[in-house]
């Protein structure tokens, strides 16, 4: 069996119109030494049968199907399980990858001896368009992080064994970030990257558009999970929703 050096963890529901730009995005990388692991989260299997048709020549593809629907999160437990490589690697669906993304970022970890990496990213839409950059600080730590989530999920590299006791959850949105936040606690720093290796795909239907899901997903994230008590939990969730608008404000800026 081929050894791998990169698992690039992809969960799918029903985005058909952009899981083949995705994985070629991906299969496109000029550094060869990786697999894709689509944890296909859906009932209806006819996406299924026609993204492997699509990448049947793929051997670097693999497929597993989940017997119910998950969710993003599980669904990334499950790829990260079936992961042998030393680094994993994370992509949504609808977003996509600069050329050079995972060879930059293995020579830049391995150089620097760090362990968890993220980048800058663009924010394109429905169509391809380019709406706004966003740019990333060298590196961020638990007091950075707590106020505002600067990561893009699909721009994020790490080593293999910072995921061994850590775990995404079910939440609809911020399942990610309680990640973060929770490797933050191990680690000192996330670093980054001010290289643009992503794009980010902002749609109307996507979970992270929905204002009131992510402020009830915040809530629970910060009482429940990280256990602070009601009334810092609710000072949190206002200043993570205020540091989004900011952001909101200031892509708008840059685009007019």
């Not at 049968?49 to 989940?66: E, R």
């Not at 910060?222 to 608008?245: D, G, P, Q, T």
């Amino acid at each position: 069996m081929k050894r791998y050096v990169v698992s690039v963890i992809i969960p799918y529901f029903k985005k058909k119109e952009y899981i083949i730009k995705t994985l070629n995005s991906i299969f496109n990388q000029t550094y060869k030494y990786f697999e894709v692991i689509l944890i296909y989260d859906d009932k209806n299997l006819e996406d299924y049968y026609y993204i492997k048709k699509k990448f049947k020549h793929k051997k670097n593809l693999k497929i597993v199907l989940n017997d119910k629907n998950l969710g993003a999160g599980l669904s990334r437990n499950k790829g990260i399980k079936f992961s042998k490589a030393k680094y994993i690697s994370f992509c949504d669906s609808d977003d996509l990858w600069k050329k050079n993304k995972l060879n930059h970022q293995i020579h830049f970890m391995e150089k620097n001896n760090i362990s968890l990496l993220h980048s800058s990213y663009n924010i394109i839409d429905k169509d391809d368009k380019k709406l706004g950059e966003y740019k990333i600080k060298k590196k961020i730590n638990y007091h950075t992080l707590i106020k505002s989530c600067d990561i893009g999920l699909s721009t994020v590299i790490l080593k293999r064994k910072l995921l061994k006791n850590i775990k995404f959850s079910n939440m609809r949105t911020k399942e990610d970030y309680l990640v973060w936040l929770k490797l933050l606690k191990k680690e000192k720093f996330i670093y980054g990257t001010k290289k643009v290796l992503a794009s980010w795909r902002k749609t109307d239907g996507s979970l992270s558009s929905f204002f009131f899901q992510k402020v009830k997903d915040a809530y629970f994230m910060y009482n429940s999970k990280l256990e602070y008590n009601f009334f810092s939990s609710i000072y949190y969730v206002i200043r993570l929703s205020y540091y989004a608008l900011l952001k909101k404000i200031k892509i708008f800026i840059k685009i007019y």
